[in-house]
C-alpha cells in the first residue's frame, strides 16, 4: 500500500459506472470520491479538496471535462490532475497539457490499470507541491551557485590586481599588456580594465598606463 493512502482523496470525476468499477479496483488503497459532473465537484473542492483529480471529458447532464479544467487548477492550482479520456484529438490532449491551467497527464480509454496505478503514483509523488518546492530548491541552488561564481570571480580580481600593483610600483617601466595576460591567463582586455580599476582607486599612478582613460589597444 502506498505511503498514507489511505489518508490520500482522489477526486474521480466519472459518469461511466463500469469505468468508475475499474478505479475502486484499482485504486482501492486510495479515498475516493466520486462525481458525475465536473460541476458538482467543483462545489465540494473548498469543503475537502483531494490531493488528485481523475477528469474524464465527456460528462453527464451534457459537461465537457476540459471546460472545467481552469476552474478546477484555479481552485486546486498545486493539485496533479490525470485526464482519462478516449473523446480527444490528439491537438486536444495538448492544449490539455499546456499553459498555466493545465493537466499533468493525459490516459486514453480504455483505461491500462497498470499505467492507472503507476501514474497516479508518480504524480502524488513527484506532481504539485512537491514539484513547487523543487522548483524553489532548484532556483535557489542555481542562486547560490551564481553567487559563488560571482564571488569566486571577484575574489580572483582583486587578489590579480594585488599581484599586478607589487609588480608595477617598483619598476618605471610601461607595463607590457600582452605579458601580463599571459602571466595571468586572461585576456588582454581584462589586463587593461584591472589597471584602469588601480588607477582609479589611486593605487597606482596615471603615468604607469597613459592610455588607461582611451586604451587604444583594448581588442585581444
Not at 498514507?4 to 482501492?28: C, P, S, V, W
Not at 514539484?131 to 553567487?147: G, H, M, P, T, Y
Request: glycine share 4%.
Amino acid at each position: 500500500m502506498p505511503k498514507d493512502a489511505n489518508k490520500t482523496r482522489l477526486f474521480i470525476i466519472e459518469d461511466d459506472d463500469l469505468q468508475y468499477e475499474i478505479y475502486e479496483e484499482a485504486l482501492g488503497d486510495y479515498q475516493l470520491s466520486r462525481f458525475v459532473t465536473a460541476s458538482a465537484a467543483l462545489i465540494c473542492v473548498p469543503k475537502s479538496p483531494p490531493d488528485l483529480v481523475i477528469l474524464d471529458h465527456v460528462l453527464d447532464k451534457g459537461e465537457l471535462g476540459l471546460d472545467f479544467l481552469p476552474e478546477l487548477k484555479e481552485l486546486l492550482p498545486y493539485v496533479p490532475v490525470i485526464i482519462v479520456s478516449g473523446a480527444l484529438e490528439v491537438h486536444e490532449q495538448m492544449d490539455a497539457l499546456q499553459g498555466p491551467r493545465r493537466a499533468h497527464y493525459c490516459l486514453p480509454k480504455p483505461v491500462d490499470v497498470h499505467d492507472l496505478k503507476r501514474t497516479v503514483k508518480t504524480a502524488l509523488q513527484e506532481c504539485g507541491e512537491t514539484e513547487i518546492v523543487r522548483q524553489f530548491e532548484a532556483l535557489e541552488r542555481s542562486k547560490r551557485v551564481d553567487a559563488l561564481e560571482l564571488f569566486s570571480r571577484s575574489t580572483d580580481r582583486l587578489t590579480r590586481q594585488t599581484h599586478i600593483r607589487q609588480m608595477l610600483v617598483k619598476t618605471k617601466t610601461r607595463p607590457n599588456i600582452s605579458a601580463l595576460a599571459r602571466e595571468f591567463r586572461v585576456a588582454r582586455r581584462t589586463i587593461i580594465r584591472d589597471l584602469q580599476e588601480l588607477i582609479r582607486r589611486g593605487e597606482l599612478k596615471p603615468e604607469v598606463y597613459p592610455e588607461w582613460e582611451n586604451p587604444a589597444d583594448e581588442e585581444d
